[in-house]
Structures are given as C-alpha cells and as structure tokens.
C-alpha cells in the first residue's frame, strides 16, 4: 500500500473534529532517533487546515536522554516530571519518548497518526466543563477561568515555534533538527474549588505562543482548553 493510501485511509477513518479544543502533549528529545518522525506529526497537525483551532500541540522536551551524547537545548527536568505524573495517572507501564498525551486522558507512540488522529476527533466531541479565556494586555496575559469541579488547575503554558538545531552527537548526530510546539514555561496559575472563577495575570513574553487549560489535578483529565498567539509587533 502507498503511503498516499494510507494518509487517505487515516483522514477518512478520523471523525470530523468538534468543538472542544485538543491538547496534545508529546515528551520528545533531540536525543532519541525515535523522536524525530513525532516531532513532525506534531508539526502536520499543528499546520493541518481541517485541524486549525481544534489542536493545540505542545512538545516537552525531557532530560533523561540528556547523559547519552547530546544535551537538548530545549530540556528541563520539570517537562520528565510531568511525563511521570502522566505514567502514574494513566497506568502506563513506564516513561518512553516520544510519547503523545490526548487530553491528559490517552496515551500513544508519539507517531502513531492514526491513533492520534483519531483521538483527536473523539475528543473534540467531548463535553466541555467549564471555560478559560486569554487576553493579553502590556503585563502579559489574562487567564479568565471556571470550572463546575472542585481540585481544577488552571495551566497556563509559554510555547514557541520554528527553531531549527544542528546535532552533533548523539543518536540523531548529523542531523539538523527542526522543532515546534517547544513548552518554555508552564504555570498553575490557579486552583479552582467548583464555585469560584479566577482571574489572574501571567508574564508571559510576547514572542511566545500561549495555551491554558483546566486539568483536573489528581485524573490529569483535561475538561476545557484555549490558546493565543504571540503578540503582533
């Protein structure tokens, strides 16, 4: 089967996207030779027209690859810990890259189109609980958030994208790497308690991209999400 065919089989098998945003998170590294074909799917769903305002793709660059042969500029060891809570909360058998979370409710090989495109489309049908909305203002931005459940986090997340890394070690040395979706900061900008709004401000550098979303602090379920793009000079 051509690889034509097999794209067109997984669009037609992808139900059409809803209205719920989706928040995909991949746990990735420069490191592993495994990662680079995920960094791109994550790229393609991101720039996928019948996608546009239904994804929000994110990439966490893990530090545990960062002792085999080539440090990722872009790794924190914060961005592990976070693939660990999700390994915990999601009963998956361990941590690997390159990992895509679906919603903080599905897990997937950070490659597999077919499964991520499909999830993408059942869960943009999901019900939304909730609301979060972005503004940004000369201080950075404002996050306007509410949710019917106790136990809510309020996330608030500083992505960019287009950076482009020669490796020189390592498992993908000699290549010349291009990343998006690269989380450089993430914030819990409020807890919610299921009867309260919050409104707080987040510096965030204009340059970046920003994505918010309630995440339900023990299930890692996310219930509602909204993004924003860097700021227009």
């Known amino acids: 089967m ?22 995909l998170e991949l746990f ?82 950070g490659s597999s189109s077919f499964e991520i495109r499909r999830a993408i489309g059942e869960e943009s049908h999901r019900a939304i609980a909730g609301t979060i909305a972005l503004t940004r203002d000369k201080d950075g931005v404002v996050v306007r958030a509410s949710s019917p459940h106790a136990n809510t986090d309020v996330i608030v997340v500083a992505y960019e994208n287009g950076a482009t890394t020669n490796v020189t070690r390592g498992e993908n040395g000699g290549r010349t790497l291009r990343n998006d979706g690269i989380v450089r900061t993430l914030v819990r900008a409020a807890t919610l308690d299921g009867t309260r709004a919050a409104e707080t401000r ?8 920003v994505a918010a979303f309630l995440q339900d602090r023990a299930t890692k379920k996310i219930d509602a999400a909204a993004s924003l793009g860097a700021a227009r000079h």
């Open 2 to 23: 051509t690889a034509a065919a097999v794209f067109a089989i997984q669009l037609y098998s992808a139900p059409r996207p809803g209205d719920a945003p989706v928040v």
């Open 28 to 109: 990735t590294s420069q490191g592993c030779s495994s990662c680079p074909p995920a960094d791109e799917l994550l790229r393609t769903l991101a720039n996928d027209a019948s996608l546009r305002g239904h994804v929000i793709p994110l990439a966490f660059h893990v530090d545990y690859w960062n002792s085999l042969g080539w440090r990722d500029p872009f790794s924190a060891h914060e961005w592990s810990q976070r693939q660990g809570d999700y390994v915990r909360a999601l009963h998956a058998a361990s941590a690997y890259t390159p990992q895509m979370v679906v919603d903080g409710a599905r897990q997937f090989v």
């Open 202 to 209: 987040v510096a965030i550098e204009p340059q970046y991209e």
